[in-house]
């Protein structure tokens, strides 16, 4: 037996045979992820939604063409070089060495491949999370078991998400309770609703309609009921032309400082503030405020100013509202809400505090400095 010679190995006429078969396998499935009728599945609302389905396409076709060469050539090898009849059962099969040329390609062809993935995908990703200015700005707050939506200057939080055509749009994505799960499988874009967290969207929606909200974690025993198929709590949102979302814009801020109006007279009782305990006041702020507020310095906005040293900051002697910045001013505007030029903070109604709440998130407050 001839030793440490490398045996010369020909690809046989079978070989390019199977190939060029699979090659055609391979292009077929690639046509097939290009025309692939996806919108009539699922429409595409957003402009976010077909860069979404244009790399989805990318990744299956390339997917499906890897899978049927790779399937085809560990099928055709192992077939092609089996055991022979004849053959004795202890036999050595070819010993294969270095091939530079072909290791230089392996590698080269898969970073290339992998970089223009990431590319593609990077973009897109961007463009998802990264803020343009001047766009709407509304929040989706998931609960046990339904959704609430904020808007600009709409006091409270509303239970209907109404987008304007062609206006782009920042989402806010964040819970009041559990863990929740926001999709919209029209805008292609979902993010974990977490209390004390923001996800983040930009999109621009490009596509009238209804579209279904359906929340994919699950969030306790009603969990199910967060779909739009349900009749409980029939969660969706509604692409609107900008004259029929003015409308109803105008109609719900209109609506909304009314319920607020008959709440606010019932809570602005005095409020005794010591004893509060900033430990419970953390938790709330996470729960109920740091959707709107981060616990930074008064120029880091989110909707509303940052609230480190809003009791202790010489350069903001006074709140928003004017007063001075005292824990019964403080206490003042938690209980009332106020609308001032950032937009509006919600009363102790829409925000869902007792006065006891109250009284701790002053204290947490007052730790900020
Ligand atoms: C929907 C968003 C939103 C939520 C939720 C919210 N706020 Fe506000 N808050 C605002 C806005 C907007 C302002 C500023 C109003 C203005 O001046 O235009 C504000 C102002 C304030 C101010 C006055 C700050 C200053 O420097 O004068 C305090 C204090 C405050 N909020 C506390 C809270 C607390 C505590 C919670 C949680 C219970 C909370 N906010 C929840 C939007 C919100
Ligand atoms: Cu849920």
Known sequence: MPENRDPVVHLDRQFWIVTAVLGVLALISIFWWVWAPITSIMPEAVDKAQQIDALFRFLAASGTALFIFICGYILYFSLAFRRHAGTPENAVGIQIHDNNKLEFWWTLAPTVFVVIMAIFSLRIWYGIEVAPSNTLVVEAIGHQWYYTFRYPNVNGEVKEMHLPLGQAVTLHVTSSDVIHSFWIPAMRLKADMVPGLINTFEFTPTRQGRYEIICTEFCGLNHGLMHSGTTVNPAYVYIDPPARYASWYARTEREQIHASNAIEAASTSELKLNGGEPRDGAKLFAAKCSACHAAGPFDQKIVGPGLRGVLD?????????????????????????????????????????????????????????
Not at 324 to 348: D, R
């Open 313 to 369: 900051d010489p350069a903001h002697p006074n709140l928003v509202d004017g007063d001075k910045a005292t824990p019964e001013n403080v206490a003042k505007i938690l209980q009332n809400g106020f609308k001032g030029s950032m937009g509006q903070m919600p009363n102790q109604a829409a925000n869902g505090l007792s006065n006891k709440d109250i009284v701790n998130l002053v204290a947490y407050l007052k730790t900020l400095k």
